[in-house]
């Protein structure tokens, strides 16, 4: 783990958010859940090449937006199998305290609706698609 994402990794768990991206002097937080925050983050059109996440959950379509936004390198609390997968594949180093099979939705009583827009998809800008458009038929 690089120093930026031991950074990230200890704002994240010291301050309570959801994800903080470091670079630097530069640091960038959140304390929404889900995916919106980077969402948000990728909407800005910004390259964030050069920041380290720290993230409590990473699931394949958080991994995505990660890819899109060029991150370095990734430190998650939980991250799913597909996730780690799918940041192997696009060679950004990834460390987690726990590896999950798939992640569960807020209520446990199933699987991310997000993971499973994903889970097939294998192209960033595609997997964006399905995230927009799942995030409109939950709201």
Do not use: H, W
Not at 123 to 132: F, L, R, S, T, Y
């Amino acid at each position: 783990m690089n120093s930026k994402t031991k950074k990230a990794k200890d704002i994240l768990l010291e301050n309570g958010y959801t994800c903080v991206l470091c670079n630097g002097n530069d640091t960038i937080t959140s304390k929404e859940r889900g995916i919106k925050p980077l969402l948000s983050l990728y909407n800005t059109k910004q390259n964030f090449s050069g920041y380290s996440a720290a993230d409590r959950v990473v699931g394949k379509a958080a991994a995505f937006v990660y890819i899109l936004l060029k991150v370095d390198e990734i430190y998650a609390e939980i991250i799913s199998e597909p996730a780690k997968q799918i940041l192997e594949k696009y060679k950004i180093p990834v460390s987690a305290k726990t590896t999950s099979k798939l992640i569960r939705n807020r209520e446990g009583t199933g699987f991310c609706p997000m993971e499973t827009a994903v889970i097939k998809i294998t192209d960033p800008k595609k997997a964006v698609e399905a995230i927009e458009n799942t995030l409109k038929t939950l709201n």
